[in-house]
Nanobody, 124 residues
Framework: QVQLVESGGGLVQAGGSLRLSCAASGRTFSSYAMGWFRQVPGKEREFVAAISRNGGITYYTDSVKGRFTISRDNAKNTVYLQMNSLKPEDTAVYYC?????????????????WGPGTQVTVSS
């Protein structure tokens, strides 16, 4: 069992930055690929970024490439999402997710564990 808790969301002006963190419980954090997703009310949850178990492989959705960076610290059981050059269209609830399969995680097909989410609001 893995429990995930996101933090770091908030209100920021367009062009600003935020860093989201996702702290995981349990001793098996390094056994899971990790990902970030986001959801806007009335729309489906959208894949944002994913990272392999050892951090050597990362994936991003096209709309955030060059602006967002996913990273992880397995010693701290934490995954991060550094978000720069934020745009109003990045406004959403951001969710952390964990799954044994990086492929399925980045495809948005499956995530075994989800955090409760953190709100990110970007004002214009």
């Amino acid at each position: 069992q893995v429990q995930l808790v996101e933090s770091g969301g908030g209100l920021v002006q367009a062009g600003g930055s935020l860093r989201l963190s996702c702290a995981a419980s349990g001793r098996t954090f390094s056994s899971y690929a990790m990902g970030w997703f986001r959801q806007v009310p009335g729309k489906e949850r959208e894949f944002v970024a994913a990272i392999s178990r050892n951090g050597g492989i990362t994936y991003y959705t096209d709309s955030v490439k060059g602006r967002f960076t996913i990273s992880r610290d397995n010693a701290k059981n934490t995954v991060y999402l550094q978000m720069n050059s934020l745009k109003p269209e990045d406004t959403a609830v951001y969710y952390c997710a964990a799954d044994a399969s990086l492929g399925l995680l980045k495809s948005g097909s499956r995530a075994t564990y989800w955090g409760p989410g953190t709100q990110v609001t970007v004002s214009s």
